[in-house]
């Protein structure tokens, strides 16, 4: 019995061993880099005050990694490295009770004993709890919070690096994105699976277009209408209609040039289904995992504009009229000569009638607010349009709209002094004590053309005494936009800082709050009628 017991427990111990020199993936291994590299560049004192070559540092140490075959091979060679990088002294003023924004964080990987032996963790630990305090030479922040992405190395002749640049084109951005993107947690596919999905893709990325393919499938999984990618300087054409996704079609909504839409017989309520011989239902399916968005219209909406971009000024299209299938040829022009930000025939405020005044937000200016309210001071409803991109003046108007001081948001932004962690900003306010406020109905309009500084704006509005808000789900992409660059001189933008209602409910992704969803028709566009406005009249005329 006794010799049974031995056996067994030389089998189990036998086992054991084996496990812990198991062989570890290089995808693992590459994913470990990844994070080290990162982790030492924002948190380790003499990294980020930028005493080495870091982007050397890792090109040096990327063979040893993948040589490495197992756990305590790997782990030397990390705990190697941070020797190397001199002593960490104790922290004085790392431990702080102030409440922070934590659900990006996670430093959860350095503990993990299924790939580091224990003086590693200790040590990745340690650095965590000592951490640089001051201004990292990689990254610092503008004054509104945001990020600035500072003292990159400048890559020439990138548009297609080697696979170790590859790799550290890829890694740069994952930690950019893992220390700093407010939105991190809100991504549909949680941001490890993302750095472990894309190392083989970047490794065996045969040629330039698939490497800029994967470059925009990479940003395009953070799930951010404002996240983009310029590979070059280079121009497009555009059609001179606006298109959105109704009823899972591309429809002519509007038009960027209406006297340009009419030349190239193009109508309101058209659907394209092909552009040349590219059956467009078919290229969305496609091209939707390049093309980033917040929510799944918005980012179909994207892709069928991305499709119906090009270089060629003439094209065929192939629409659905009145149920009648036709081809047409249409022109593509350079979006400035549309003219549509500054067109003579844009609308700043009308009359509606005796009772409803409407103010366009895209046409007005600061100076135009008083004048407005003034001309308005009889009316009893005011439909403000914020389906648009608008100046910063949401504090003119709710000094008119509101009879106090109100929140209405929530911010947060990335703390240098704890990468991954975020802090709150006291809540912004806006109005101010006036008795002599508009006393009447505020309809706001939104919808998909509302990003941003327009989802911005309605919060703000949204704190009137008397306010409904309709429309459909907006953009989903609030705060600041950062732009920085992807190595090899691409430029890219993510969403910078975090912005919530004063009640903590989200803006990212979801959109802002809606009271009465309307949605347009492709009948109604035929029809030319704007729904969501007629809507707000039917409410004002109650």
Known sequence: MKKKILLLILICFSFNCLIAQQEISDTKKLATIAKIYGFLKYYHPEVGKGKYDWDNEFIKYLPQVLEANDKESLSKIYNNWINRLGKIEKCKNCDSDQLLFDKNFNL????????????????????????FQGENFYVTTEPVGTIKVTNEPVYQNFSYPSEEYRLLGLFKYWNIIEYFYPYKYLT???????LTEMIPKFRSASNKEDYQSLVKELIAKLDDTHAWVSFNAEK??????????????????????????????????????KINDVNIQEETEKKSKYISGSNANIKIRQTYQEILLGKDSI????????????????????????????????VKTKSINEKIGYINMASIKGADVSDIFKSFENKKVIIIDLRNYPASIYKLLSKHLNSEKR???????????YPGMFRYKENLQTGIKNSKNFKGKVILLVNDESISKSEFTAMAIQTADNVITIGNQTAGADGNVVIFEYIGGYKTAISGNGILYPDKTETQRKGIKIDIEIKPTIEGLKQGRDEILDKAIELGSE
Do not use: C, H
């Open 407 to 417: 929140d209405f948001s929530k911010i947060y932004s990335p703390n240098m002094d």
């Open 108 to 131: 959860s990987w350095t503990q993990d004993s299924e790939i580091f032996n224990t003086e590693l963790t200790a040590k990745l630990k340690y650095i965590e709890e000592n951490r």
């Open 315 to 346: 094209i065929t299209l192939t629409i659905e009229r009145n149920n009648q299938i036709e081809k047409i040829q249409a022109n593509r022009y350079n979006f400035d000569d549309f003219k549509y930000w500054d067109s003579p025939k844009a």
């Open 188 to 194: 549909d596919q949680k941001w490890d699976s993302v």
């Open 236 to 273: 497009v054409k555009y059609l001179p209609v606006k298109i959105s996704n109704i009823d899972n079609k591309a429809v002519v909504s509007g038009f960027y040039n209406d006297s340009l839409a009419k030349v190239n017989n193009l109508k309101l309520g058209d659907i394209l289904l």
